[in-house]
Nanobody, 128 residues
Protein backbone atom coordinates (compact mmCIF):
# COMPACT_ATOMS: atom_id res chain seq x y z
CA UNK A 1 0.00 0.00 0.00
CA UNK A 2 1.42 3.33 -1.06
CA UNK A 3 1.60 6.01 1.59
CA UNK A 4 2.85 9.57 1.60
CA UNK A 5 3.34 10.99 5.07
CA UNK A 6 4.03 14.67 5.58
CA UNK A 7 5.70 16.11 8.66
CA UNK A 8 7.32 19.30 9.84
CA UNK A 9 4.33 21.60 9.93
CA UNK A 10 3.59 23.86 12.86
CA UNK A 11 3.15 27.39 14.09
CA UNK A 12 5.75 29.96 13.10
CA UNK A 13 5.98 33.73 13.16
CA UNK A 14 6.05 35.89 10.08
CA UNK A 15 9.52 35.84 8.58
CA UNK A 16 10.33 32.47 10.07
CA UNK A 17 11.20 29.17 8.45
CA UNK A 18 9.94 25.62 8.38
CA UNK A 19 11.07 22.49 6.61
CA UNK A 20 8.42 20.03 5.51
CA UNK A 21 9.20 16.41 4.76
CA UNK A 22 7.25 13.83 2.82
CA UNK A 23 8.21 10.20 3.28
CA UNK A 24 6.92 7.75 0.71
CA UNK A 25 6.45 4.05 1.36
CA UNK A 26 4.98 1.11 -0.46
CA UNK A 27 6.91 1.75 -3.67
CA UNK A 28 9.77 3.82 -4.88
CA UNK A 29 9.21 7.19 -6.54
CA UNK A 30 12.79 7.79 -7.54
CA UNK A 31 11.78 8.05 -11.20
CA UNK A 32 8.63 10.10 -10.61
CA UNK A 33 7.75 13.74 -10.20
CA UNK A 34 6.86 14.82 -6.67
CA UNK A 35 4.93 17.93 -5.76
CA UNK A 36 3.68 20.09 -2.93
CA UNK A 37 0.27 21.73 -2.87
CA UNK A 38 -1.47 23.74 -0.18
CA UNK A 39 -4.98 24.69 0.80
CA UNK A 40 -5.78 27.80 2.78
CA UNK A 41 -9.01 28.01 4.78
CA UNK A 42 -11.94 28.63 2.49
CA UNK A 43 -9.83 28.36 -0.66
CA UNK A 44 -9.10 25.79 -3.31
CA UNK A 45 -5.99 23.69 -3.14
CA UNK A 46 -3.16 25.28 -5.10
CA UNK A 47 0.18 24.27 -6.52
CA UNK A 48 3.29 25.21 -4.55
CA UNK A 49 6.28 23.39 -6.01
CA UNK A 50 7.32 20.29 -7.95
CA UNK A 51 10.52 18.43 -8.67
CA UNK A 52 11.43 15.97 -11.39
CA UNK A 53 12.91 12.61 -10.47
CA UNK A 54 16.47 13.72 -11.17
CA UNK A 55 16.13 16.79 -8.98
CA UNK A 56 17.53 18.91 -11.76
CA UNK A 57 14.21 20.46 -12.74
CA UNK A 58 11.96 22.32 -10.34
CA UNK A 59 8.81 24.39 -10.64
CA UNK A 60 7.40 26.96 -8.22
CA UNK A 61 4.29 29.02 -7.84
CA UNK A 62 5.05 32.69 -8.34
CA UNK A 63 3.90 33.40 -4.80
CA UNK A 64 6.67 31.27 -3.26
CA UNK A 65 9.49 31.69 -5.77
CA UNK A 66 12.67 32.82 -4.06
CA UNK A 67 11.37 31.84 -0.62
CA UNK A 68 10.67 28.10 -0.91
CA UNK A 69 13.00 25.36 -2.09
CA UNK A 70 11.93 21.84 -3.06
CA UNK A 71 14.44 19.00 -2.95
CA UNK A 72 14.44 15.23 -2.81
CA UNK A 73 16.43 12.32 -1.48
CA UNK A 74 15.73 9.42 -3.82
CA UNK A 75 17.72 6.98 -1.73
CA UNK A 76 15.31 7.57 1.14
CA UNK A 77 12.18 8.11 -0.95
CA UNK A 78 11.69 11.53 0.64
CA UNK A 79 10.91 14.97 -0.70
CA UNK A 80 11.39 18.22 1.21
CA UNK A 81 10.03 21.74 1.11
CA UNK A 82 12.21 24.35 2.78
CA UNK A 83 10.10 27.42 3.48
CA UNK A 84 11.72 30.71 4.46
CA UNK A 85 10.51 34.28 4.94
CA UNK A 86 7.08 32.92 5.68
CA UNK A 87 4.07 35.19 5.35
CA UNK A 88 0.60 34.95 6.82
CA UNK A 89 -0.74 34.05 3.39
CA UNK A 90 1.39 30.89 3.46
CA UNK A 91 -0.94 29.50 6.15
CA UNK A 92 -2.73 26.33 5.15
CA UNK A 93 -2.58 22.58 4.95
CA UNK A 94 0.35 21.41 2.87
CA UNK A 95 0.00 18.23 0.84
CA UNK A 96 2.64 16.05 -0.74
CA UNK A 97 1.77 14.41 -4.05
CA UNK A 98 3.36 11.83 -6.31
CA UNK A 99 3.04 11.23 -10.01
CA UNK A 100 2.52 7.49 -10.10
CA UNK A 101 3.14 6.90 -13.80
CA UNK A 102 6.01 9.32 -14.47
CA UNK A 103 3.85 11.21 -16.96
CA UNK A 104 3.94 14.68 -15.42
CA UNK A 105 5.56 17.25 -17.65
CA UNK A 106 5.84 21.00 -17.88
CA UNK A 107 2.33 21.40 -19.30
CA UNK A 108 0.53 19.72 -16.39
CA UNK A 109 2.99 19.64 -13.52
CA UNK A 110 1.10 22.42 -11.69
CA UNK A 111 -2.21 20.58 -11.94
CA UNK A 112 -3.63 18.24 -9.31
CA UNK A 113 -4.59 15.78 -12.03
CA UNK A 114 -0.93 15.04 -12.75
CA UNK A 115 -0.60 13.31 -9.39
CA UNK A 116 -2.19 10.06 -8.31
CA UNK A 117 -0.98 9.72 -4.74
CA UNK A 118 -1.58 12.24 -1.99
CA UNK A 119 -0.64 12.54 1.64
CA UNK A 120 -2.98 13.54 4.44
CA UNK A 121 -1.43 16.96 4.82
CA UNK A 122 0.39 18.91 7.49
CA UNK A 123 -0.81 22.21 8.93
CA UNK A 124 1.34 25.31 8.60
CA UNK A 125 0.25 28.39 10.47
CA UNK A 126 2.10 31.68 10.11
CA UNK A 127 1.21 34.26 12.72
CA UNK A 128 2.00 37.95 12.57
Amino acid sequence: QVQLVESGGGLVQTGGSLRLSCAASGRTFSRNTMGWFRQAPGKEREFVAAIKWSGGSTWYADSVKGRFTISRDNANNTVYLQMSFLKSEDTGVYYCAADAHALASSWNIRMEGAYEYWGQGTQVTVSS
